[in-house]
């Protein structure tokens, strides 16, 4: 075999090699992508189809990257962190004051990233470009939130909870394992949070005890 086809073919195995691996890169994105909108993508490609709706995406992420969203300093994280916990203790004497509560830096957070928040549909849309696995536990909890003198225990349990989500991944908080949207419901403490006993909820003479949910959030007082 000449020297020159040996070029030749090495240089043909180069391109492949570089073609497959842009080829795997792009996969990744759009993986990568595809799970962070979550079920609003999903939705939205039965709908219209896949190619309208990554047409829409596109759109919706120019709007998006045009807002100049900014992180959170470190102080401003933990600032909030410290708050959401204290706010998430309260559920146990006060489930719907605890999610009112919630409402608010989740609105809170939402507006220091730089997102637009006058407008809740807008918003929505907003969100479902980076945030849109945690979009259907949000507008639950929003739903929740707007009734929550009258809503039960558990469904302002799952309330805290959908707001919990989204509040971290806005934060981006570093020690917060963000779940996969499956598990969206149950998501992980966050680093630093203090730990409680898990207990049985009930009485025994005049000693009340506490109990925690897999999920750390405690359970109301009855």
Known sequence: MSAGTIIVIV?????????????????LRRTAERTMRGAEYDRLAREVGPRKAQAEFAKRRQRVDGLGLQSLSDERRAA?????????????DSPAQSVRAAAAMTAAVTADRGYDVTDHERLLTDLSVYHGRYLDGYRRAHKVA?????ATTEELRQ???GYRVLFFDLLESPG???QEPARASTPARVAGQRTR??????RHGNTRRRE?????????RP
């Not at 043909?12 to 795997?24: E, F, K, P, T």
């Not at 006993?197 to 009930?202: A, E, H, K, L, Y």
Request: no cysteine.
């Open 11 to 27: 240089v043909i195995l180069v391109l492949v090699a570089a073609a497959a691996a842009v080829a795997s890169m792009l996969l």
């Open 80 to 92: 909030y962190t410290s708050q959401w916990n204290v706010a998430q203790e309260q559920f146990i």
């Open 146 to 150: 707007s009734r929550a003198g009258q």
């Open 159 to 161: 309330a805290l909870l």
């Open 176 to 178: 917060y394992v963000r």
């Open 197 to 202: 006993r898990q207990v049985t909820q009930g």
């Open 212 to 220: 925690e949910d897999a999920d750390g959030v405690p359970a109301a």
